[in-house]
């Protein structure tokens, strides 16, 4: 049986022809300023049909891994579409990973086309020694100057009738996504038509997702999801790249105007605008769901959310999983600050829920190594910190071209596999999932592993922190040596850090997992990763405070 997203987005269209299917708004960065673009289902249909005879007459077509470097607007959602409908396989990479390893990916994926701006294509041209085997440029807005090809906006003169979506069974690679590279490289995650499908199902049935539903779309890639359920995405004026910097009033002006009901994002981005919101007494009476993934979400944006933002029913989500699996779980707002916040508070993790329908989880022992075959001693008991691992149809069975990292990441089990999260966790006796951290963030100290999750909230209890991180030192190939590096709340001055670090140290000694920790040090901002600005780039963290301490 055909399994291709693109028959939602034609099934969409056919029931709901004349509903907004994305809406772009620009400001308001002053009183007045705020403005809107829209298409509809049938528009998108329509010029999606035109785009994929264009893409075809360009020389993509079924299978041609294709590089998409388009800002949010209505040729990225047109672009995924047309793809989707000739069988191509799009590929997103985050730009704002910066250049040199967004080059590195691009040699590693080899992809034989690219719809992008300008810039992206120009950038192409300079390094072509990173696209080999490249063959087909479509660009789009503004100028091709030197590199030929075609131009995205020609392919609205192509025949405005139905596309005969290509039949892909389940299987067939659908398109690639690219991990954030927040442990190591950025890594290309295979997704199959039939995972894909499943995905989106699965995130309609966590979230209670209905075509009635409007998204406040903050994170493009889910918006795409959002479109093929039916729903109406709204895309604020911000900048997807950089979400935990976003301006509040340009998500808040999207959500009040067009009545969204639904949105997913950083927790990054909800802590700062629900911050804005409470401190000015803004309401978001419309808002229902707002689903916040990428990295734990503190207590406190809950709370905040929910009894000072959000209406009187409405709800928070925090579901857990990775490019290679998601949902792998999911947990609500109220549960959290109901059962698991005040554990998570005394060093027990974060409690991410339970595994979603269809999703098995199982603890094992802590290796750094490939494990080949699945074999059921490998799990631990409950309430025993091991590596998280998943078995599920929507997980992805591969990377792209890097049979070394499947090595590591995937376990054979019959005609199955397991993927291992990378991530470290238990399950307590509920079910429920329990995260403290990743696997390459454990700090490997002479008392044993430390895990970055369970010691940081110690730390975190403190007024003037914002937030901390567990790093390990390397001691001539010995055990780490762990130390936390504090980031203060803004408006924290840093003069009296003698004060402030015998109360630090003196919390942590209050608690066995975290008493032998002796150095504590103060970083004016964390790293963090590109998509969620949520990730704290410990690994730069670790080499900035080797640096301190040899001073």
Not at 370 to 375: F, G, V
Not at 455 to 459: G, K, N, R, T, V
């Given at each position: 049986m055909s399994i291709n997203i693109a028959q939602r987005l034609r099934a969409m269209a056919n029931e709901y022809p004349d509903k907004p299917a994305v809406v772009l708004c620009s400001g308001p960065g002053k009183p007045g300023e705020y403005s809107t673009q829209s298409v509809t289902f049938s528009q998108l249909e329509i010029d999606s049909d035109a785009a994929a005879r264009g893409l075809l007459a360009a020389g993509i077509g079924r299978g041609t891994k294709t590089l998409v470097m388009l800002r949010p607007s209505f040729a990225f959602f047109s672009c995924f579409f047309s793809l989707f409908k000739v069988g191509a396989v799009p590929v997103f990479v985050d730009p704002g990973m910066g250049g040199k390893r967004l080059l590195e990916c691009v040699r590693v994926l080899a992809p034989e086309a690219m719809v992008g701006?300008?810039?992206?294509?120009?950038?192409?041209?300079?390094?072509?020694?990173?696209?080999?085997?490249?063959?087909?440029?479509?660009?789009?807005?503004?100028?091709?100057?030197?590199?030929?090809?075609?131009?995205?906006?020609?392919f609205r003169s192509f025949k405005p009738e139905p596309f005969p979506i290509a039949e892909t069974d389940g299987d067939e690679l659908a398109a690639i996504l690219f991990t954030t590279g927040s442990t190591g490289p950025a890594k290309g995650v295979e997704y199959s038509h039939g995972a894909l499908d499943r995905q989106v199902q699965i995130l309609a049935d966590a979230f209670a997702i209905r075509p009635e539903d409007k998204?406040?779309?903050?994170?493009?890639?889910f918006s795409l999801f959002s479109i093929a359920l039916g729903m109406t995405a709204v895309i604020p004026d911000m900048n997807p790249v950089r979400p935990g910097m976003v301006f509040p009033p340009n998500v808040i002006a999207p959500v009040g105007e067009e009545g969204c009901t639904f949105s997913f994002g950083s927790p990054a981005l909800w802590g700062?605008?629900?911050?804005?919101?409470?401190?000015?007494?803004?309401?978001?009476?419309?808002?229902?769901?707002?689903?916040m993934a990428g990295a734990p979400v503190p207590a406190t944006v809950h709370r905040r959310l929910l009894e000072q933002v959000l209406p009187e029913g409405a709800e928070t989500y925090t579901p857990y999983g990775a490019t290679e699996c998601m949902p792998v779980a999911n947990i609500t707002g109220h549960e959290v600050l109901r059962e698991t916040a005040d554990l998570t508070a005394a060093g027990k993790g974060v409690c991410v829920g339970r595994p979603a329908?269809?999703?098995?989880?199982?603890?094992?022992?802590?290796?750094?190594?490939?494990?080949?075959?699945?074999?059921?001693s490998l799990i631990l008991p409950r309430d025993e910190v091991g590596e998280i691992t998943v078995k599920a149809d929507h997980a992805s069975r591969h990377y792209h071209n890097l049979p070394a990292a499947d090595?590591?990441?995937?376990?054979?089990?019959?005609?199955?596999?397991?993927?291992?999260?990378?991530?470290?966790?238990?399950?307590?006796?509920?079910?429920?999932?329990?995260?403290?951290?990743?696997k390459a963030h454990r700090v490997r100290a002479a008392a044993g592993d430390l895990f970055t999750v369970c010691?940081?909230?110690?730390?975190n209890a403190h007024p003037r922190v914002r937030r901390s991180a567990l790093v390990g030192v390397a001691r001539d190939g010995g055990p780490e040596r762990p130390v936390i590096v504090v980031e203060l709340r803004e408006g924290e001055g840093r003069d009296?850090?003698?004060?402030?670090?015998?109360?630090?140290?003196?919390?942590?000694r209050a608690n066995p997992m975290t008493e032998m920790i002796d150095d504590i040090l103060f970083h004016p901002g964390f790293p963090t990763d590109i998509r969620h600005n949520a990730k704290i780039r410990r690994e730069d963290l670790s080499l900035w405070a080797a640096e301190k301490l040899t001073l």
């Open positions: 701006v300008p810039l992206a294509h120009l950038v192409r041209v300079v390094c072509r020694r990173s696209f080999p085997g490249f063959k087909t440029a479509v660009t789009q807005g503004g100028r091709r100057w030197l590199w030929g090809g075609k131009k995205w906006e020609t998204d406040c779309a903050t994170f493009p890639g700062r605008v629900s911050e804005y919101a409470a401190s000015q007494g803004i309401t978001l009476p419309s808002l229902k769901r707002v689903v329908p269809g999703v098995r989880v199982e603890i094992i022992r802590i290796d750094d190594g490939p494990i080949l075959r699945w074999h059921e090595a590591l990441a995937k376990t054979q089990d019959g005609d199955g596999f397991w993927h291992r999260m990378g991530d470290v966790g238990y399950l307590d006796h509920q079910g429920r999932i329990w995260f403290c951290g990743r010691c940081e909230a110690i730390y009296d850090t003698l004060t402030l670090t015998s109360e630090l140290l003196a919390l942590g």
